[in-house]
């Protein structure tokens, strides 16, 4: 992936910028909310919670039916000596057995709704929060964009709002669940034999906590193992974009070795993830089958000495093989609890985030009657810099259409500054903006970005056909329109040399543009909804000199109908600027036309003579 | 009239615009369930881990054995210990002991298998992932420059993973088909009749699921499909946001997105309906079996032809009939992904490598640092040849400049002089030697690069000056204050120790050239290449820049491909390419004086010598 280079030096800092939290935490405002959300379908959930009661108490029919089907075949066993009793017994039996059937059944549908029900709430919380997550990351400046990495913003859209989903079903259904289940079964048992009962129940608070723990252990280390992978990642994906530079300096064996030592490291933890899950269930297991071992052993002797029933002892063995899986299931469902509350919480941080830049209240769309940008004693210093540190400093100016503003200075300046607070990426400091008149943070936002074209360094390329990409920001165009558009980019011939045309994929899987061709590309992208004003920033800068010369004349001829601001390292993008700004520490130090500049014999002049001694420079 | 509305403008009925790739993936993630192919090469990665394996299998058939063995054991003490009365106590207690030892080895092994299998596949997914992460560092240049690294980054993370899961499940597989053999074993063993009519309740389930099976698994396939179609569209959004806001296509995107994600949903509550329609059939077949138990196998007790202990047993075998069948239905997908991410992985695998150093190849060290090319013809494509005939010499000391329009070939010849590709005729010389009889190692040491866009890589500005050298933090140092980099360095908190986000996105274009110059200094070959910057850098970084350049190039033999004037002026030689070929060579005066396209192009005081082909 290339990553473009934002000439700006932004700081901003934000809590929510930070990676992933190594432990899991507990928040109950965030499962509270989560939960909220689960109840805005009140009739799915009653129905889903019912079904889970339903489905849990069936169960517990179950294990008794079992044993009555054993003492109805054994207990009679000794008295089977008239035919009549056989019958009864058989008749008996039948009846069990449909009752089994029946039960069974029953339990499997009641399931089948609580699983169901249960997914289908979490399907609609997950896509509630995905469409808010997705509206909130447009929504949210491009200054925060800057600071997050995507890589982490995925993992939030993806994986968290994953873990909340399976909340609903293997978190606040399955309490219902276990606690039916184990306290129900309990009842039962307790009612049979109580010396019994406490031993058939005794792996329980033994398995149900040691999982607990366990299982947020295991989230920990696997957070741990992420954690670990991303930096693998980094390495890997590094190191293949800088092959070049890895081969230049022979440097495989130092890569190897980078790479072994992280992937040496995630492999242990991968161990150490291993041995602890392994550990937790053995131990489990082997609990469950000691406790099974006991009761056979104290039931036996019981059956025995005849104080119970083989049916009753078969009840007692056919409850704990039930009870098995879900007391396993307790460290899920802890598991699951503390994934949702951890997720949730990241979620939300995002979810939560106020846009720093929004639509004022009452905010009406922008009115163009002659379409001049003005810039009336602007102060701008960026939200994190010291008081007194000012990116621009009374910075005023005027572009009207039919003109070209040229804005040059050192690095550092503020001239990228300047086209962000256009496009009010970030709201002046002090002084305004306007446009015929109108404050720029009076208007709204959507009328604003449509009438100001910022023209990036580096274009995005969606993945879809050429067309879709030029007609990006106005999918109403035309076909005729858009082969303008990559006609002033200078972009037309090389489309139209590609066997598919305009109709060529290009993004990721489909063909790839050079960097010039990108630039282009967004040029073409930027001009096609006829804005009022259009903002060069250092586009050109990946275009071949000749090109380049080419575009500007088009620039030119397109700047007739609107303001044109060209922000330019080379003076030889200045060629058509009627006025030239030069900007030194975020003030405008010279301003004229080329001529008036260079007889000023100032700071461009000497810019002028740099430049000239290269052969970067038309005369 | 607002902005952007042009009411006599033609408009389309309906907006170009799609978020996310169109692309379908149904055939990036299954391939063929069963592949021997693919499982021979997965094979070859096990052979280091065959007795940990051959082990791990081993503790499956115990695990599953003593799991079978459990309800056998409470049969007995029913049937044997409990029929007979007080008697039965110490026989009983005996039994409880035997049931005690089984659970102890149900214990240990299901330790030792899951211990191993989760290791060897956590060891499989780690060697895979190097060896094709090895073998990227040695293919052709070729295919780097062709394959997209995000392609090779889903194969060295999403496709490895897979194997590994693939392994685990396969292993747990075996366990699982063996207990429902030993069940249907065990069944018709301890009562044929009783068994036969128990085990026909099986069928049902297998005809429910052959009809069931494509339905679910379209619908599986298309819930897959949509989340990641909304997945990829969510990422477009992260990834070109800028665009996005700049372009104002927030609202549009928001609708086409919650279409997107509004047929998630339906495809995955639809995939649930088919996942959980299930549940009711087992349970009611489980129900069913139990009745036959209780039915057939309570009259046989009636009979006195049944131990009641049997039917106990049967009763808790069947209570476990159906989850060998679930967790293999499941298996089945495992294996058509692995098999899909196996094919990708080999095709990685089996890239040749084209460049290897000769059996007796040898080192550079101590001699010259010289460049010869000797009539050199190359092309990247048979037939079609980018350099043709190309021969000049840069002895030691010298700098030698290629100009030359875009495509004219100058960078195939800076990859040529690293040998990142071999010539199809003629001779590449490095210190006299040619380049395929030298090790790749030391003519990586004796050349040093600077590319156009400095690389840099995450780590501490130490590290990355250092980068492979090993180098002393004092020579690091000094070759940052040599380039005059040092300066900017300190001003940092954290000085050298700074780290560098994303590749140094934190640095200014000038400053992570700086960084890439004293990387090239620490080094300290005896040649240096470079491809001089031209964009990205304005006229006072640039001066910056040459100052620092000249402080490296002291000493140095140098190969240039250079935009600059002021540059080339000094060059010992400079090389006009054009179309493959060399058109003219000279020094800047000879060529300056001379007709041809260089003294054309510098009376002209052209742009940028890029351009020749553009305009001449």
Same mark, same amino acid.
């Given at each position: 992936?290339?990553?473009?280079?934002?000439?700006?030096?932004?700081?901003?800092?934000?809590?929510?910028?930070?990676?992933?939290?190594?432990?899991?935490?507990?928040?109950?405002?965030?499962?509270?909310?989560?939960?909220?959300?689960?109840?805005?379908?009140?009739?799915?959930?009653?129905?889903?919670?019912?079904?889970?009661?339903?489905?849990?108490?069936?169960?517990?029919?179950?294990?008794?039916?079992?044993?009555?089907?054993?003492?109805?075949?054994?207990?009679?066993?000794?008295?089977?000596?008239?035919?009549?009793?056989?019958?009864?017994?058989?008749?008996?039996?039948?009846?069990?057995?449909?009752?089994?059937?029946?039960?069974?059944?029953?339990?499997?549908?009641?399931?089948?709704?609580?699983?169901?029900?249960?997914?289908?709430?979490?399907?609609?919380?997950?896509?509630?929060?995905?469409?808010?997550?997705?509206?909130?990351?447009?929504?949210?400046?491009?200054?925060?964009?800057?600071?997050?990495?995507?890589?982490?913003?995925?993992?939030?859209?993806?994986?968290?709002?994953?873990?909340?989903?399976?909340?609903?079903?293997?978190?606040?259904?399955?309490?219902?669940?276990?606690?039916?289940?184990?306290?129900?079964?309990?009842?039962?048992?307790?009612?049979?034999?109580?010396?019994?009962?406490?031993?058939?129940?005794?792996?329980?608070?033994?398995?149900?906590?040691?999982?607990?723990?366990?299982?947020?252990?295991?989230?920990?280390?696997?957070?741990?193992?992420?954690?670990?992978?991303?930096?693998?990642?980094?390495?890997?994906?590094?190191?293949?974009?800088?092959?070049?530079?890895?081969?230049?300096?022979?440097?495989?064996?130092?890569?190897?070795?980078?790479?072994?030592?992280?992937?040496?490291?995630?492999?242990?933890?991968?161990?150490?993830?291993?041995?602890?899950?392994?550990?937790?269930?053995?131990?489990?297991?082997?609990?469950?089958?000691?406790?099974?071992?006991?009761?056979?052993?104290?039931?036996?002797?019981?059956?025995?000495?005849?104080?119970?029933?083989?049916?009753?002892?078969?009840?007692?063995?056919?409850?704990?093989?039930?009870?098995?899986?879900?007391?396993?299931?307790?460290?899920?469902?802890?598991?699951?609890?503390?994934?949702?509350?951890?997720?949730?919480?990241?979620?939300?941080?995002?979810?939560?985030?106020?846009?720093?830049?929004?639509?004022?209240?009452?905010?009406?769309?922008?009115?163009?009657?002659?379409?001049?940008?003005?810039?009336?004693?602007?102060?701008?210093?960026?939200?994190?810099?010291?008081?007194?540190?000012?990116?621009?400093?009374?910075?005023?100016?005027?572009?009207?259409?039919?003109?070209?503003?040229?804005?040059?200075?050192?690095?550092?300046?503020?001239?990228?500054?300047?086209?962000?607070?256009?496009?009010?990426?970030?709201?002046?400091?002090?002084?305004?903006?306007?446009?015929?008149?109108?404050?720029?943070?009076?208007?709204?936002?959507?009328?604003?970005?449509?009438?100001?074209?910022?023209?990036?360094?580096?274009?995005?390329?969606?993945?879809?056909?050429?067309?879709?990409?030029?007609?990006?920001?106005?999918?109403?165009?035309?076909?005729?329109?858009?082969?303008?558009?990559?006609?002033?980019?200078?972009?037309?011939?090389?489309?139209?040399?590609?066997?598919?045309?305009?109709?060529?994929?290009?993004?990721?899987?489909?063909?790839?543009?050079?960097?010039?061709?990108?630039?282009?590309?967004?040029?073409?992208?930027?001009?096609?909804?006829?804005?009022?004003?259009?903002?060069?920033?250092?586009?050109?800068?990946?275009?071949?000199?000749?090109?380049?010369?080419?575009?500007?004349?088009?620039?030119?001829?397109?700047?007739?109908?609107?303001?044109?601001?060209?922000?330019?390292?080379?003076?030889?993008?200045?060629?058509?600027?009627?006025?030239?700004?030069?900007?030194?520490?975020?003030?405008?130090?010279?301003?004229?036309?080329?001529?008036?500049?260079?007889?000023?014999?100032?700071?461009?002049?000497?810019?002028?003579?740099?430049?000239?001694?290269?052969?970067?420079?038309?005369? | 009239?607002?902005? #952007?509305?042009?009411?006599?403008?033609?408009?389309?009925?309906?907006?170009?615009?799609?978020?996310?790739?169109?692309?379908?993936?149904?055939?990036?993630?299954?391939?063929?369930?069963?592949?021997?192919?693919?499982?021979?090469?997965?094979?070859?990665?096990?052979?280091?881990?065959?007795?940990?394996? !051959?082990?791990?299998?081993?503790?499956?058939?115990?695990?599953?054995?003593?799991?079978?063995?459990?309800?056998?054991?409470?049969?007995?003490?029913?049937?044997?210990?409990?029929?007979?009365?007080?008697?039965?106590?110490?026989?009983?207690?005996?039994?409880?002991?035997?049931?005690?030892?089984?659970?102890?080895?149900?214990?240990?092994?299901?330790?030792?298998?899951?211990?191993?299998?989760?290791?060897?596949?956590?060891?499989?997914?780690?060697?895979?992932?190097?060896?094709?992460?090895?073998?990227?560092?040695?293919?052709?240049?070729?295919?780097?420059?062709?394959?997209?690294?995000?392609?090779?980054?889903?194969?060295?993370?999403?496709?490895?993973?897979?194997?590994?899961?693939?392994?685990?499940?396969?292993?747990?597989?075996?366990?699982?088909?063996?207990?429902?053999?030993?069940?249907?074993?065990?069944?018709?063993?301890?009562?044929?009749?009783?068994?036969?009519?128990? !085990?026909?309740?099986?069928?049902?389930?297998?005809?429910?699921?052959?009809?069931?099976?494509?339905?679910?698994?379209?619908?599986?396939?298309?819930?897959?499909?949509?989340?990641?179609? %909304?997945?990829?569209?969510?990422?477009?959004?992260?990834?070109?946001?800028?665009?996005?806001?700049?372009?104002?296509?927030?609202?549009?995107?928001?609708?086409?997105?919650?279409?997107?994600?509004?047929?998630?949903?339906?495809?995955?509550?639809?995939?649930?309906?088919?996942?959980?329609?299930?549940?009711?059939?087992?349970?009611?077949?489980?129900?069913?079996?139990?009745?036959?138990?209780?039915?057939?196998?309570?009259?046989?007790?009636?009979?006195?032809?049944?131990?009641?202990?049997?039917?106990?047993?049967?009763?808790?075998?069947?209570?476990?009939?159906?989850?060998?069948?679930?967790? !293999?239905?499941?298996?089945?997908?495992?294996?058509?992904?692995?098999?899909?991410?196996?094919?990708?992985?080999?095709?990685?695998?089996?890239?040749?490598?084209?460049?290897?150093?000769?059996?007796?190849?040898?080192?550079?060290?101590? %001699?010259?640092?010289?460049?010869?090319?000797?009539?050199?013809?190359?092309?990247?494509?048979?037939?079609?040849?980018?350099?043709?005939?190309?021969?000049?010499?840069?002895?030691?000391?010298?700098?030698?400049?290629?100009? #030359?329009?875009?495509?004219?070939?100058?960078?195939?010849?800076?990859?040529?002089?690293?040998?990142?590709?071999?010539?199809?005729?003629?001779?590449?010389?490095?210190?006299?030697?040619?380049?395929?009889?030298?090790?790749?190692?030391?003519? #990586?040491?004796?050349?040093?690069?600077?590319?156009?866009?400095?690389?840099?890589?995450?780590?501490?500005?130490?590290?990355?000056?250092?980068?492979?050298?090993?180098?002393?933090?004092?020579?690091?140092?000094?070759?940052?204050?040599?380039?005059?980099?040092?300066?900017?360095? %300190?001003?940092?908190?954290?000085?050298?120790?700074?780290?560098?986000?994303?590749?140094?996105?934190?640095?200014?274009?000038?400053?992570?050239?700086?960084?890439?110059?004293?990387?090239?200094?620490?080094?300290?070959?005896?040649?240096?290449?470079?491809?001089?910057?031209?964009?990205?850098?304005?006229?006072? %970084?640039? !001066?910056?820049?040459?100052?620092?350049?000249?402080?490296?190039?002291?000493?140095?033999?140098?190969?240039?491909?250079?935009?600059?004037?002021?540059?080339?002026?000094?060059?010992?030689?400079?090389?006009?390419?054009?179309?493959?070929?060399?058109?003219?060579?000279?020094?800047?005066?000879?060529?300056?004086?001379?007709?041809?396209?260089?003294?054309?192009?510098?009376?002209?005081?052209?742009?940028?010598?890029?351009?020749?082909?553009?305009?001449?």
């Amino acid at each position: 992936m290339s990553s473009t280079v934002s000439s700006s030096g932004r700081v901003d800092t934000d809590p929510t910028a930070h990676t992933l939290p190594y432990v899991s935490r507990l928040d109950g405002r965030v499962l509270w909310r989560i939960s909220e959300l689960a109840f805005r379908h009140p009739y799915r959930m009653a129905l889903a919670m019912v079904a889970t009661a339903l489905g849990a108490s069936f169960q517990l029919f179950v294990p008794q039916f079992l044993g009555r089907a054993v003492d109805q075949a054994q207990g009679l066993l000794a008295g089977a000596a008239a035919a009549g009793v056989q019958t009864e017994a058989v008749d008996a039996l039948l009846q069990t057995a449909m009752l089994l059937v029946a039960v069974s059944l029953l339990r499997g549908v009641f399931t089948m709704v609580q699983n169901y029900q249960g997914e289908v709430v979490g399907h609609f919380i997950a896509h509630h929060l995905r469409l808010d997550y997705y509206r909130k990351l447009q929504s949210l400046s491009l200054s925060w964009h800057d600071q997050v990495h995507t890589g982490d913003l995925m993992t939030r859209g993806i994986l968290d709002i994953e873990g909340v989903r399976m909340f609903v079903t293997t978190g606040m259904l399955r309490v219902i669940l276990l606690a039916i289940l184990i306290g129900g079964g309990f009842v039962i048992l307790f009612r049979i034999d109580q010396v019994l009962a406490l031993v058939a129940f005794g792996f329980v608070p033994f398995v149900g906590v040691s999982a607990s723990i366990a299982r947020i252990r295991l989230r920990d280390i696997w957070l741990q193992l992420q954690n670990e992978l991303s930096v693998l990642t980094r390495a890997m994906e590094e190191n293949l974009g800088g092959i070049r530079v890895v081969r230049a300096f022979a440097a495989q064996a130092h890569e190897l070795a980078r790479f072994d030592r992280i992937s040496r490291r995630a492999l242990g933890i991968s161990h150490r993830r291993v041995a602890l899950f392994v550990r937790n269930t053995a131990q489990m297991n082997f609990a469950f089958f000691l406790t099974m071992g006991a009761v056979l052993w104290i039931g036996g002797v019981k059956t025995i000495e005849g104080t119970l029933t083989l049916g009753e002892l078969t009840e007692f063995l056919a409850f704990m093989a039930i009870l098995q899986m879900p007391i396993r299931q307790i460290g899920w469902m802890s598991n699951s609890v503390a994934r949702a509350s951890t997720c949730g919480g990241r979620l939300f941080s995002v979810l939560d985030l106020a846009p720093s830049i929004a639509d004022p209240p009452g905010a009406r769309g922008l009115e163009v009657s002659e379409g001049v940008l003005r810039y009336e004693n602007v102060d701008f210093s960026y939200p994190a810099a010291a008081a007194d540190a000012r990116t621009l400093s009374d910075v005023s100016f005027e572009a009207r259409p039919g003109q070209i503003i040229g804005i040059v200075g050192p690095p550092g300046s503020g001239k990228s500054t300047i086209a962000q607070l256009v496009g009010r990426y970030y709201d002046v400091t002090g002084g305004r903006i306007t446009i015929d008149g109108q404050d720029i943070r009076t208007i709204s936002l959507e009328s604003l970005r449509s009438a100001v074209s910022i023209i990036q360094q580096d274009a995005f390329l969606f993945t879809a056909s050429i067309s879709h990409n030029v007609a990006y920001g106005n999918p109403w165009a035309e076909g005729t329109k858009i082969e303008r558009s990559a006609a002033v980019a200078q972009l037309h011939d090389h489309i139209m040399s590609l066997s598919t045309g305009y109709d060529t994929l290009v993004g990721e899987r489909g063909l790839s543009l050079s960097g010039g061709q990108r630039q282009r590309m967004s040029i073409a992208r930027s001009i096609l909804p006829d804005s009022t004003v259009l903002v060069l920033d250092d586009s050109t800068a990946a275009v071949d000199a000749a090109t380049e010369a080419r575009l500007q004349d088009a620039i030119a001829d397109i700047s007739r109908t609107r303001a044109v601001i060209i922000i330019a390292h080379r003076l030889s993008s200045l060629r058509h600027a009627d006025m030239i700004l030069f900007l030194e520490h975020g003030r405008i130090v010279e301003r004229g036309s080329r001529e008036e500049l260079v007889a000023l014999g100032g700071r461009f002049a000497e810019l002028h003579r740099l430049q000239a001694a290269s052969p970067e420079t038309r005369p | 009239m607002t902005a #952007g509305e042009h009411a006599a403008e033609p408009r389309r009925t309906r907006p170009l615009a799609v978020v996310g790739s169109q692309i379908s993936v149904e055939e990036v993630l299954f391939g063929k369930a069963f592949d021997r192919w693919v499982l021979g090469r997965i094979a070859g990665f096990l052979v280091p881990y065959r007795r940990q394996l !051959l082990l791990g299998v081993f503790g499956v058939l115990v695990f599953t054995g003593t799991q079978l063995a459990i309800p056998l054991l409470i049969r007995t003490a029913i049937d044997k210990a409990l029929v007979l009365g007080s008697a039965g106590e110490d026989l009983l207690l005996i039994i409880v002991l035997g049931f005690l030892a089984v659970v102890t080895v149900n214990f240990v092994a299901n330790l030792v298998q899951e211990q191993l299998v989760g290791r060897v596949a956590g060891h499989l997914m780690f060697d895979l992932r190097r060896a094709m992460y090895r073998h990227l560092q040695f293919v052709s240049m070729a295919f780097m420059d062709q394959t997209e690294i995000g392609r090779l980054m889903s194969r060295l993370q999403g496709d490895v993973q897979a194997l590994q899961e693939f392994l685990e499940s396969s292993i747990f597989a075996i366990g699982d088909l063996v207990l429902l053999l030993g069940i249907v074993v065990v069944l018709l063993l301890l009562d044929p009749r009783l068994g036969a009519l128990t !085990l026909m309740v099986m069928p049902v389930l297998f005809a429910v699921r052959i009809i069931w099976l494509p339905r679910a698994r379209k619908a599986f396939i298309h819930a897959r499909e949509t989340s990641s179609a %909304t997945n990829g569209a969510l990422a477009e959004s992260v990834h070109g946001v800028r665009a996005v806001q700049e372009l104002g296509r927030e609202d549009l995107n928001y609708g086409l997105f919650r279409e997107l994600a509004r047929e998630n949903v339906r495809a995955h509550c639809l995939a649930s309906r088919f996942v959980n329609v299930l549940i009711p059939l087992v349970d009611g077949l489980t129900g069913l079996a139990m009745a036959v138990i209780v039915v057939y196998g309570g009259s046989l007790v009636l009979d006195g032809s049944l131990d009641v202990g049997v039917m106990v047993a049967f009763l808790f075998y069947v209570q476990r009939f159906f989850d060998p069948i679930r967790s !293999l239905t499941i298996q089945y997908s495992i294996m058509q992904r692995a098999m899909a991410a196996g094919q990708r992985i080999f095709e990685v695998l089996d890239v040749p490598i084209e460049v290897r150093d000769r059996p007796n190849a040898q080192s550079l060290l101590g %001699t010259p640092g010289s460049i010869e090319f000797r009539h050199v013809t190359f092309g990247y494509r048979p037939g079609e040849p980018v350099l043709t005939d190309i021969s000049f010499k840069a002895r030691q000391g010298e700098t030698v400049a290629l100009v #030359g329009p875009t495509g004219s070939g100058k960078t195939s010849i800076l990859s040529l002089a690293h040998r990142f590709y071999d010539v199809w005729s003629g001779q590449v010389l490095v210190g006299g030697m040619d380049v395929r009889d030298v090790t790749q190692n030391s003519l #990586g040491r004796h050349i040093s690069v600077v590319l156009q866009e400095p690389y840099l890589f995450s780590g501490s500005i130490l590290e990355n000056i250092r980068y492979a050298s090993g180098a002393e933090d004092s020579e690091v140092v000094a070759a940052a204050r040599a380039v005059g980099a040092h300066d900017f360095i %300190t001003r940092f908190a954290d000085g050298y120790e700074t780290i560098l986000d994303q590749r140094g996105v934190n640095l200014s274009m000038g400053q992570r050239q700086m960084l890439s110059f004293a990387r090239a200094l620490v080094a300290d070959s005896p040649i240096l290449i470079l491809d001089e910057a031209t964009a990205n850098v304005d006229s006072y %970084t640039e !001066l910056e820049i040459q100052r620092a350049l000249s402080r490296l190039l002291e000493g140095r033999t140098a190969l240039i491909i250079a935009h600059r004037l002021a540059t080339i002026r000094h060059a010992d030689r400079i090389i006009v390419l054009r179309e493959g070929r060399i058109v003219e060579s000279g020094t800047h005066g000879e060529l300056a004086a001379g007709d041809g396209l260089y003294s054309m192009l510098n009376r002209m005081n052209h742009a940028s010598f890029d351009d020749l082909a553009a305009e001449a």
